[in-house]
């Protein structure tokens, strides 16, 4: 079992304003959803951890080496894939994610993590279409998504789509060729194939994921970065194909960092999508912004997080809004963790210790901190 957890939960850790999150299914096996892997010591303070020292602490060993069963990138962004390129040198991952469409979105400002990333799910695609089928642990890779790139003269013409392409509509019940469908299920909502999504974060890789067992799950909603028109495309596709269990949650993060555009248009509240999420509330439902402390009011053009969109989500929330930046402090690091036990679904975190690699990195950067010209910046309270 990934080390500081106790059973199927998913994990979200202070990384600022920017998406880092694992899902632990079981003892062995383990997705990642992002990464932004940022100190940001001389900057906020102390309380990011520096994510890939403690994934490499944290994952089980497969062959002497920390493992990670699943990588899956929601869209190339710096702050959902920061640290990717050091990831993947200290650590083996069993198959990759990758939603082809979102790089032909952009094509010419990606950073050398996102770089990393298609350079890495590339060799991976070519390797599985010169095998005709599965390239094994470390050769993986699942495309999702509509794509014209199957086609004769494209990329990834001959690629073997059977088990290894997933498209908008459909669930996901493989963990690295294993399969866990008693375990582990994502439903795969978006990106669509046409429509609104035309622009990088709209073209965002969204899932429902539901872990645990038959006796007890625990449902996730995942939405990258997706705003307003394309959440109320998703509510309406899976309405009309009468999947609306696929829209349940006890855990949603927030879109795009607890961003005003998941609900506001032109400054304009749009209830009709809050009120798809508190119907698709389960009975234990909690909202999770990943970002930094909320302030007390937002200026005209502030980037997240909002305050007007946490105050919505907490009208609606049946359990907690809890922040990232805000359940970790300088004083203790930790992230926010939702586990699966047998009395329900338990919200934890408060006990779980960073590992040494990982201290031993915020200490460094403290210290350099400390020793820099800037103006201090700890945090004095709560927004």
Same mark, same amino acid.
Not at 28 to 53: L, R, S, T, Y
Not at 351 to 361: D, G, P
């Given at each position: ?43 906020? /303070? ?11 602490? #944290? ?25 990717? #390129? ?26 050398? *993590? ?12 070519? @390797? ?9 642990? &470390?050769? @993986? ?30 669930? +996901?019940?493989? +963990? ?34 539901? =872990?645990?067992?038959? $006796? $007890? ?6 939405? &990258?970065? =997706? ?14 194909? &009468?999947? *609306? ?15 005003? #555009? ?8 749009? $209830? ?12 234990? &439902?909690? +909202? ?19 305050? @007007? ?27 926010? +963790?939702?586990?699966?036990? /047998?009395?329900? =679904?338990?919200? /934890? ?21 400390? /020793? ?6 700890? #945090?004095?309270?709560?927004?």
């Amino acid at each position: 079992m990934f080390a500081g957890v106790s059973g199927p939960s998913f994990v979200f850790w202070p990384v600022g304003c920017g998406d880092t999150t694992t899902i632990v299914v079981s003892n062995d096996e383990v997705v990642q959803i992002d990464i932004n892997d940022k100190v940001m010591a001389a900057e906020k /303070g102390n309380e990011h951890i520096p994510i890939v020292d403690e994934l490499v602490e #944290k994952l089980p060993k497969r062959g002497g080496k920390p493992y990670l069963s699943v990588f899956a990138l929601t869209h190339p962004d710096l702050d959902h894939c920061r640290g990717f #390129k050091d990831l993947l040198k200290r650590v083996t991952i069993g198959e990759i994610w990758h939603t082809p469409r979102i790089f032909r979105e952009s094509k010419t400002d990606l950073s050398p *993590d996102a770089q990393a990333f298609r350079d890495e799910a590339r060799r991976r695609a070519e @390797r599985m279409i010169a095998v005709n089928g599965d390239a094994g642990p &470390g050769n @993986r890779v699942r495309l999702i998504g509509y794509s014209n790139l199957f086609q004769p003269g494209e990329r990834y013409h001959g690629f073997p789509k059977e088990g290894f392409y997933t498209r908008p509509g459909q669930s +996901i019940t493989k +963990i690295d060729g294993v399969e866990a469908g008693d375990r582990f299920h994502a439903f795969v909502h978006a990106p669509f194939k046409e429509g609104e999504a035309d622009a990088r974060n709209e073209t965002s890789l969204a899932m429902q994921v539901t =872990i645990g067992n038959s $006796q $007890q799950a625990m449902r996730g909603l995942l939405l &990258g970065d =997706i705003s307003y028109p394309v959440l109320m495309q998703i509510f309406q596709q899976t309405h009309w194909h &009468g999947n *609306d269990e696929m829209l349940k949650w006890n855990v949603l993060l927030s879109p795009h960092h607890c961003s005003k #555009k998941a609900m506001y248009e032109n400054d304009v509240l749009q $209830q009709d999508v809050l009120d798809e999420f508190k119907a698709c509330q389960l009975n234990v &439902g909690y +909202i999770v912004a990943s970002s930094d402390e909320f302030p007390h009011a937002n200026s005209s053009g502030d980037n997240p997080p909002h305050r @007007r969109a946490r105050n919505r989500y907490e009208e609606i929330v049946n359990t907690g809004f809890v922040c990232t930046g805000e359940f970790s402090t300088p004083e203790k690091v930790r992230p926010i +963790i939702f586990t699966v036990t /047998g009395n329900g =679904i338990r919200m /934890g975190g408060d006990n779980y210790a960073i590992s040494e690699s990982a201290r031993h990195t915020l200490d460094a950067a403290v210290a350099a901190a400390r /020793g820099s010209s800037a103006p201090p910046t700890a #945090k004095v309270g709560f927004g």
